[in-house]
């Protein structure tokens, strides 16, 4: 027990908690977009696994990396507005659509991969984002080299909940997604076309998703491998319900989440010899279900999530 | 046809009334004007000028404002945000919230119409969120305010205020057009009548000049004549609530409800949605036990919360929402008329295979016996009228003869045929021997329909008075939660 | 522009949409290959060959189909009641735990009783796993389709660390896998050549007793109202989360034999790669079916064919083998999309 209490203090822990979570609150926040909207966007594993393989695969055909994820994002908007197509303005079962999405969106991922090359057997590598010392700020003990160390993108997803956060509750926009998701019948009421507000929200939030996939392959390692999102994308919709749809609350629990993983490593170096490492690679998985049973009965779902609208459908 | 060839047109400071029964149109004709749907033909003129054709957007940047009849705002947002949506553009860096909340407070002070602007709108009572959907639509400064059947979820007293508002307003120089199938309401408040049937305009006259009979006559085409009670001797007690409670605090929580409902009788239970009716129903219906006090039903305790015991015990249940929760849109005719009694020699082989043969001989026995206008048991539900898909619901309730019938909201929404076949079938089974709990939201049905009246006040029941010793607008001030001795009181003052 | 309901949906327009969504889904496919610099027609020839040309071919795609036709039902019985249960992959590997665990040597009964045994036991095992999930979701109203996601990683780690750990075969050279199911437990073969086995009968059997089910049972009737519309079933008097989770039991069941079949009637012993992912292509076989379990059979010969013949035609002018998942992918989409159109239409404003 004393081994784990010396990790937390450890700021290899903390930077790496930092950098777990980046991924983390890039897809969470794409998916809590969507369902403020009210559509649930169970493409995201597949839209990570494209962001993943595009980005990388741009910058490896010779293109910088802030190119990279300008173009995984715009990938994941192209699925997102596939995902839009299908479930806001044919009203298409959103569960089913997402699947297929994911199924569709990774072999496309895995196939083009192979495609652009076809020999590789040890993944090829790409030199990735490199850590930024932020002046004065990283020479703080423990929080400099933990917070403060971190590469661009980590510094841009951490920058984004509050972002998102102010343009979810204080724009006028924002309120268009929030009343999209709670009656989109309102929301036409107004004057405002509903299907636009919600194919923008999809889009935005599944280009989120993508830049979560690249910053796997651009920041936190330096290649593409196969099956690498592992999950991830099924995560961070369940960090969502954990996060009643607050950005707030999804960068608290997305830390959590981080902080258990980058803690189940170094703890499978210190107790990996009595517990199988399986047991430690199944916690956040775990955590994820028992972290909806703990909030399932306390949250409020935006009351239209999956609930198609047909403009001048007669009831 | 919804709508043929429709020509009218309004003035600046009038209240245009638009009258016709249901199915008549006039929504169809409400949502083309604000750009909801489109006509297939047809232009519609605000100032002159040609407003383009399905474009909400356009309706009201041209003045015009709607409150629907069923409110569409959204429950968990702030009645500010509910307001200002789409009032600023959607790319703007902020909400501009002090300017909304100033501009709100004065023009609701201006208009009389006080709500709270930081509340969350699930906490507002429905005239409180009618406030706020007209509102909605000053706060754009419409200048023709569209209201579809603005009174059916209010009390009598609700409604008086709601008229008070509406001619306030229109002294500022709005036009207003009122929607309403209610001949009385629409005699007190327009000045200028146009009535729409079968999707065209019947008849269009001033307010002034016209009679109620000529209304209605032109309303339905050949009058209809309504069902009317007749005088019978009531049976045994069927139905037998005493101290009937459940859970919670709510308004739709039952405190201490006593009832009995004797055979050959039919009690009325009035009241504003969501003051415990749903309760009660689905209570009755077998769909709850959760409950304290006792049941019964022919002097056994009522099987609670099994609805196929309850239906075999001798109850009818016609549900309040007929799509919701009637039927099974997707299936087919035969297969929803099976659906109470699955398990029954009658259908299935000891209870695990379901025989087509037997269920859709008996389908077409029940089709024939109600007047289902169907191509046959096979056809797709969801493609059956409302008046023919609540046959099917009688049938399926009545055929077995049931002792109680349960009927909520049971010609809501259907068209004058279908409301008379409805209250006829009630009357007959009334006459056969049934007992009859008739919930209702429309007082005049109540009046017409029972022996009894019992008002429903957040989740308290008021002692069932015979039919006709109350005024309706008695009834109206119990269900706006004063009694009756305090209305007496207020009687005497004035005089 | 607007969508409208059509008045009737034809029979034939109802039954062409998945061949209008296959046609599609291979028209994009077409694309993929045109790009990696091969002949289309060749290349879907080389599949077709690939997939039925010989015997030995067809033997393996519906050696192949077993598992998807089982997956298959599995997800268009849970659909059918709404339950979106995806996860499938994690229960055939419940099901190929259990034969594991009862069919290496714990228990020995004769063939006869022996291979019925295992079935069950897998199946118990695969509706097992579901309990947890449909129970949140009755219950807690948690989306089952994350907690069925995420119980698949669970599983696959739980097979992990048994064939690594205490299931390891010590005769295995090292290689993670389990001991072999005894020759009692193991699934006959069906020909003198190739790999088809007994749970092709097994397969075949259960998809006509589920169509049988679903469509003149009450419990059938029970599940598709439930699916249709929960609350005119409550009214009714069908008990909703009884019939919902009694409709997961037996989705899970069915991929539960999925696994026993794949361990007992192919392999032999339990692995980690036992699956290539059956559990998700199942939820492109079932919706191919629009979810009748007997439609399920050739939806599942025409993707298991599609796996197999694109192994072959990989091979042959060196296309990715995964153009095969991207077909599945495309394929649930395209049925999404020809099925709604069977049912409405659009109307364009100019």
């Known amino acids: 027990m004393s081994d784990l209490f010396e990790i937390l203090l450890t700021a290899g822990f903390w930077a790496a908690t930092i950098r777990i979570v980046s991924p983390l609150i890039f897809g969470t926040l794409g998916e809590l977009i969507c369902e403020r909207a009210g559509v649930l966007n169970l493409g995201i594993e597949g839209i990570m696994t494209v962001g993943a393989m595009s980005g990388w695969m741009w910058v490896y055909q010779g293109g910088d990396l802030w190119g990279g994820v300008i173009f995984a994002a715009s990938m994941g908007a192209v699925f997102g507005l596939l995902h839009a197509i299908f479930t806001v303005h044919l009203g298409l079962s959103q569960h089913v659509t997402g699947i297929g999405i994911t199924l569709f969106a990774s072999a496309l991922s895995y196939f083009v991969y192979r495609m652009l090359l076809p020999d590789a057997t040890t993944p090829p590598k790409i030199i990735p984002f490199q850590p930024i010392e932020i002046p004065w700020l990283s020479d703080m003990p423990l929080i400099g080299e933990a917070v403060f160390s971190q590469s661009a993108m980590t510094y841009l997803a951490l920058l984004t909940v509050p972002v998102v956060w102010y343009v979810l509750f204080r724009t006028p926009v924002g309120l268009a997604v929030r009343m999209s998701g709670e009656n989109p019948v309102a929301v036409e009421a107004q004057g405002i076309n509903v299907l636009a507000v919600r194919t923008a929200a999809v889009m935005v939030g599944s280009a989120f998703m993508a830049v979560g996939g690249a910053f796997i392959t651009m920041s936190w390692f330096d290649a593409f491998y196969f099956g690498m999102i592992n999950g991830r994308g099924w995560i961070c919709v369940a960090l969502v319900i954990f996060a009643s749809w607050n950005p707030g609350r999804a960068l608290v629990g997305a830390l959590l989440f981080a902080g258990l993983e980058a803690l189940q490593v170094r703890a499978q170096q210190s107790v990996g010899a009595f517990i199988p490492y399986q047991f430690f690679l199944m916690l956040p998985y775990v955590m994820s279900i028992v972290a909806m049973i703990i909030m399932a009965r306390k949250t409020k779902y935006p009351q239209a999530l999956l609930v198609p609208f047909r403009r001048g459908e007669r009831v | ?495 | 522009m607007i969508i409208e309901r059509r008045e009737s949906v034809s029979v034939w327009r109802a039954a062409l949409a998945p061949l209008w969504a296959v046609l599609a889904s291979m028209v994009l496919c077409a694309a993929l290959i045109s790009w990696a610099g091969a002949s289309v027609f060749q290349a879907y020839g080389l599949l077709v060959k690939g997939a039925f040309g010989s015997s030995f071919a067809i033997n393996e795609t519906l050696t192949r189909s077993i598992p998807l036709i089982l997956t298959g039902l599995a997800v268009s019985v849970a659909f059918r009641a709404k339950f979106y249960n995806i996860g499938a992959e994690g229960q055939l590997y419940a099901g190929a735990l259990a034969a594991t665990y009862f069919g290496t040597g714990l228990i020995t009964l004769p063939s006869g009783l022996m291979i019925p045994f295992l079935i069950l036991m897998g199946a118990l095992a695969g509706g097992g796993l579901l309990i947890v999930p449909v129970l949140l979701k009755t219950h807690f109203k948690v989306d089952e389709v994350v907690t069925t996601l995420l119980l698949n990683f669970v599983v696959l780690l739980v097979v992990s660390y048994l064939i690594e750990g205490p299931w390891k075969d010590p005769m295995s050279l090292g290689w993670p896998q389990a001991a072999s199911i005894i020759d009692e437990g193991v699934l006959p073969t069906l020909l003198a050549k190739g790999r088809l086995h007994f749970g092709l009968i097994v397969a075949l059997i259960l998809a006509v007793v589920i169509w049988l089910m679903m469509k003149y049972s009450v419990f059938g009737y029970e599940i598709r109202a439930v699916g249709l519309n929960a609350k005119a079933a409550e009214f009714a008097g069908i008990k909703v989360n009884r019939t919902v989770i009694l409709t997961a039991l037996i989705s899970g069941g069915l991929a539960g034999v999925a696994g026993v079949s794949e361990t007992a009637g192919l392999k032999g012993y339990l692995t980690l790669d036992l699956s290539p992912g059956f559990g998700y292509t199942g939820i492109a076989v079932a919706m191919l079916a629009q979810l009748n379990p007997l439609a399920v059979i050739p939806s599942a010969i025409f993707l298991s064919a599609v796996y197999v013949g694109s192994d072959a035609m990989s091979r042959a002018v060196n296309i990715p083998t995964y153009i095969a998942d991207v077909l599945v992918g495309v394929s649930v989409l395209a049925v999404l999309c020809s099925v709604m159109f069977s049912q409405y239409r659009v109307r364009w404003f100019k």
């Open chain 2, 1 to 495: 046809m919804a709508n043929d060839a429709i020509s009218l047109s309004l003035h600046a400071g009038e209240i245009l009334a638009l009258l016709g029964e249901n199915g008549a149109g006039k929504t169809t004709l409400m949502n083309i004007l604000f750009g909801h749907y489109r006509a297939d033909e047809g232009s519609v003129l605000v100032d002159g000028q040609e407003l383009p054709p399905g474009s909400t957007q356009a309706a009201i940047q041209a003045g015009i404002g709607m409150v629907h009849q069923h409110f569409t705002l959204a429950d968990n947002l702030t009645v500010l945000e509910n307001i200002t949506l789409g009032t600023q553009s959607l790319f703007a860096w902020r909400q501009n919230q002090k300017k909304a909340r100033a501009k709100l407070v004065a023009m609701s002070e201006d208009y009389g119409l006080v709500v709270d602007p930081d509340v969350l709108v699930s906490s507002l009572s429905v005239g409180e969120r009618q406030r706020v959907e007209i509102l909605k639509a000053l706060y754009r400064d419409a200048r023709i305010l569209i209201l579809d059947e603005p009174t059916a979820v209010l009390t009598p007293q609700e409604s008086n205020n709601l008229f008070a508002t509406l001619k306030a307003i229109t002294k500022k120089g709005l036009a207003i057009i009122f929607i309403s199938h209610k001949l009385h309401e629409i005699l007190a408040i327009s000045s200028r009548i146009a009535v729409l049937r079968r999707g065209a305009i019947v008849g269009s006259l001033e307010t002034v000049v016209a009679q109620r009979e000529q209304l209605a006559e032109l309303m339905v085409g050949a009058a209809v004549a309504r069902p009317k009670l007749t005088a019978i001797e009531k049976g045994k007690p069927v139905l037998e609530i005493s101290g009937l409670s459940t859970q919670g605090t709510g308004a739709t929580a039952l405190k201490d409800v006593n009832l009995t409902i004797r055979a050959h009788e039919i009690v009325g239970i009035a009241g504003v949605a969501g003051n415990g009716q749903s309760t009660l129903a689905d209570l009755l219906s077998g769909l709850t036990k959760r409950f304290s006090g006792s049941v019964r039903l022919n002097a056994v305790a009522l099987p609670a919360g099994d609805p196929r015991a309850v239906v075999a015990a001798g109850v009818g249940r016609i549900p309040e929402d007929r799509h919701a929760r009637g039927m099974v849109g997707e299936m087919e005719i035969w297969e929803n008329l099976i659906s109470e009694d699955l398990r029954s020699p009658e259908i299935s082989n000891s209870g695990i295979i379901i025989s087509s043969s037997k269920s859709k001989s008996r389908a077409e026995r029940q089709i024939e016996e109600f007047d289902v206008r169907c191509s046959g048991p096979e056809a797709e539900t969801k493609l059956l009228s409302g008046g023919n898909m609540q046959k099917l619901i009688l049938a399926r309730a009545l055929s077995r003869d049931p002792t109680l019938i349960l009927a909520n909201q049971p010609v809501r929404g259907l068209d004058e045929g279908a409301i008379a076949y409805v209250q006829n079938q009630l009357l007959q089974a009334r006459q056969r021997g049934a007992a009859i709990l008739l919930v209702s939201e429309d007082l005049d049905e109540l009046m017409s329909l029972t022996d009894r009246i019992a008002v429903m006040f957040q989740g308290q029941l008021s002692d069932p008075q015979p039919t006709g010793d109350q005024s309706i607008a008695e009834i109206g001030l119990m269900m706006a939660g004063q009694n009756s001795a305090a209305l007496n009181e207020g009687r005497s003052l004035d005089h």
